[in-house]
């Protein structure tokens, strides 16, 4: 057997085990998720409550419909940023915290195989609970969107998920140096982010700190979009829809970049720094 | 009663140092605001966004009773926090079971360190609101004596409520933490905090009429502002107002006391008190 040949065989089963540890990530997520009803009603059902109250405040301040339409579709897509900081960024933290962390450190797979797995299941379990907002945005509060290209709308989804788990990602890896403050952390980049991005108002509100959000929070670019092909120009869209996929396929491949490379240097400092399996910090 | 106190303080003094000692003091000071400002910014965001079409004086009762809900959000997911925290994370949950202090007291003191992260963001987010969204009264016609009951009927909910999302922590695995999140998120929707809650559909408004926070909400407004936000609240008399938030505090207070008990109970008998969970 030449030595091309070896490598290649490694290569190859490398990528199998890869695709192994992907699935087995996710699904323990999945089978963890829908093994306790109560885990179902705390993601779906209490974030959609958020959402009904700001649909609310729109009606109570008699703003237009098409405002009650925006805060829906922020709404949902809020599970979505929730999951990435508490099911992404703060998992290995968790698992730090159980004393599992040290064995995905030690087992041969790649660490960027344990995270996809992860944000995988992530979306797909985010996917199917934010189907309660939908219906109670669309069904009970009786919001309408324009006529739509559901293509377009599942290339505009599928760009932003990829951009948003990614950043994910460099939060897991940014996450492994941190004990407490990961917690914190988590709670101070949930209603800030959910401003900055526009979640419940047309980003162009914000001015050019919108614009400068857009450029570095794939969810404020995301929503608008999102909103832009479901409302259209009743959206106030920041940039035209094309420009904004464009940037948002950009941050997703800069940032899954970013988190090889961040998870490799920070496991490398956490680990230097004796931080990697430190518990009750 | 001395005993009572001393535990009750030294509650409080761990409950401070597990919350702060994390990070220097500007750090931490900087996280804690940082969530309830967010959603300060939030509202004001969505009332730009309404432009001229919305009411300054309907926006501003919505947005103190905002900035008072931080209490039950605070309190409520805090509650249920120690609970997960001292199981699953220190593990410690059990020694403190087993030691003289009582759950009850312990919470009590924990919750007390909560009380006052409230106050302290409230009251920035109140100045937000003055200084940068305009969100204003006039100081001479504010009704402190009843303005004063409510606020401490609204407290004293949140902290009884706060024994019962306790005690449902106490049986529930991890998840726990997202539906005291939850519950504190229902509650923003159910006592109609940045609504009124005549827009609630039937069914949800009929529940929130038996929530002592509905009622604290709009006593705060009609005492604090001059008007509160519900025309159908608005109907009852300054003494119908508070003697119906008494009562539901007081049905509340009761209701949650003793389930708390039961779930402990419960919590004990099937074996969760030190059980530790993750997906």
Not at chain 1, 177 to 197: D, I, K
Not at chain 1, 208 to 237: E, F, H
Not at chain 2, 28 to 42: M, N
Request: aromatic fraction near 12%; glycine fraction near 12%.
């Amino acid at each position: 057997m030449t030595t091309e040949r070896i490598a290649s065989d490694l290569n190859a089963r490398g990528f199998a085990l890869d695709l192994r540890a992907m699935y087995a990530r996710c699904y323990v997520r999945l089978v963890g998720s829908v093994r306790e009803p109560a885990w179902i009603i705390g993601d779906a059902v209490f974030p959609a409550l958020g959402m009904a109250a700001f649909v609310l405040l729109y009606r109570a301040l008699g703003a237009p419909r098409t405002l009650e339409a925006v805060a829906v579709i922020g709404g949902v897509l809020a599970s979505f940023w929730t999951n990435v900081l508490w099911g992404m960024g703060a998992q290995l933290y968790w698992e730090k915290q159980q004393g599992q962390l040290a064995l995905y450190f030690a087992a041969p797979c790649s660490r960027m195989a344990i995270l996809t797995g992860m944000a995988v299941g992530g979306i797909v379990m985010t996917s199917v609970r934010a189907l309660f907002g939908i219906a109670l945005g669309f069904g009970v509060f009786g919001v309408r969107v324009d006529p739509f290209q559901v293509g377009e709308l599942i290339g505009v989804f599928a760009v932003t998920m990829v951009a948003l788990y990614a950043m994910g990602m460099v939060l897991a890896s940014l996450f492994l140096l941190y004990g407490r403050e990961a917690w914190h952390l988590c709670n101070a980049l949930t209603e800030p982010v959910y401003f900055l991005s526009g979640m419940y108002f047309p980003l162009r509100t914000l001015g050019a700190l919108g614009s400068v959000m857009a450029g570095v929070l794939p969810l404020a670019l995301g929503i608008d979009a999102m909103r832009q092909v479901l409302l259209g120009d009743a959206a106030r869209g920041l940039l035209p829809l094309r420009t904004e996929v464009l940037i948002l396929i950009g941050l997703g491949l800069v940032l899954c970049v970013l988190a090889r490379f961040s998870l490799a240097y920070l496991e490398a400092l956490s680990k230097r720094e004796g931080k990697l399996t430190q518990r009750w910090q | 009663m001395s005993a009572q106190l001393q535990r009750l303080r030294t509650a409080a003094w761990l409950g401070w140092q597990i919350e702060s000692n994390w990070a220097a003091g500007l750090t931490f000071a900087v996280y804690t605001l940082i969530r309830p400002i967010g959603t300060a910014l939030i509202l004001g965001g969505m009332y730009w966004a309404v432009g001229g079409a919305a009411r300054p004086q309907l926006f501003a009762g919505f947005y103190v009773a905002n900035a008072v809900h931080e209490y039950v959000a605070r309190v409520l997911v805090g509650m249920g926090w120690v609970v997960v925290e001292e199981r699953e994370e220190y593990e410690t949950l059990r020694l403190v079971y087993t030691s003289p202090i009582g759950m009850m007291t312990y919470l009590t003191g924990r919750a007390s360190v909560k009380f006052g992260l409230a106050t302290f963001t409230g009251l920035l987010v109140l100045l937000l609101g003055w200084f940068v969204l305009g969100v204003r009264w006039e100081w001479s016609t504010v009704r402190w004596i009843p303005l004063g009951i409510a606020f401490v009927l609204t407290l004293g909910s949140t902290l009884f409520l706060g024994f019962l999302v306790a005690g449902l922590a106490l049986n529930l695995p991890r998840i726990a933490v997202s539906m005291n999140e939850g519950l504190s998120v229902g509650l923003y929707l159910l006592c109609g905090v940045i609504f009124p809650v005549d827009l609630m559909p039937h069914g949800l408004r009929e529940i929130a009429f038996v929530l002592p926070f509905t009622y604290g909400y709009e006593a705060i407004r009609r005492f604090l502002l001059g008007e509160g936000s519900s025309a159908i609240l608005g109907r009852l008399s300054d003494p119908q107002l508070l003697g119906l938030l008494a009562l539901t505090a007081a049905v509340l207070s009761l209701v949650a006391h003793q389930g708390y008990y039961v779930l402990e109970r419960r919590a004990r008998r099937t074996g969760k008190l030190d059980q530790t969970t993750l997906f």
